[in-house]
Nanobody, 124 residues
Framework: QVQLVESGGGLVQAGRSLRLSCAAS????????MGWFRQAPGKEREFVAT????????YYADSVKGRFTISRDNAKNTMYLQMNSLKSEDTAVYYC?????????????????WGQGTQVTVSS
């Protein structure tokens, strides 16, 4: 079955960096557009970034543009989120998701598979 497993979360001070990974199995990874979403306590899940099948195109939420970078390695069936200049408002559970339509989409309901999430906590 399809599995998406996030890793790399943790506790970090504001201004520092973290890199999240999403390891995929049970699907043809290079055929899926991929995305990162996050959910803070008491808030709805929100879009963070998405990347095309080849990795040549990406799109970011305004709140992370210029600080976060999404990438993927299709040979390793893995997607990444490099997060720099972290802020306290970036604190959330981060989820990776796969979209079989292979379309860059901001809407979480359009994604077919989800990981369990990894906690990112930024202390100020």
């Amino acid at each position: 079955q399809v599995q998406l497993v996030e890793s790399g979360g943790g506790l970090v001070q504001a201004g520092r960096s973290l890199r999240l990974s999403c390891a995929a199995s049970g699907l043809t990874f290079s055929s899926y557009a991929m995305g990162w979403f996050r959910q803070a306590p008491g808030k709805e899940r929100e879009f963070v970034a998405t990347i095309s099948r080849s990795g040549s195109n990406s799109y970011y939420a305004d709140s992370v543009k210029g600080r976060f970078t999404i990438s993927r390695d299709n040979a390793k069936n893995t997607m990444y989120l490099q997060m720099n200049s972290l802020k306290s408002e970036d604190t959330a559970v981060y989820y990776c998701a796969a979209d079989r339509r292979a379309v860059l989409d901001l809407r979480s309901e359009r994604y077919d598979y989800w990981g369990q999430g990894t906690q990112v906590t930024v202390s100020s």
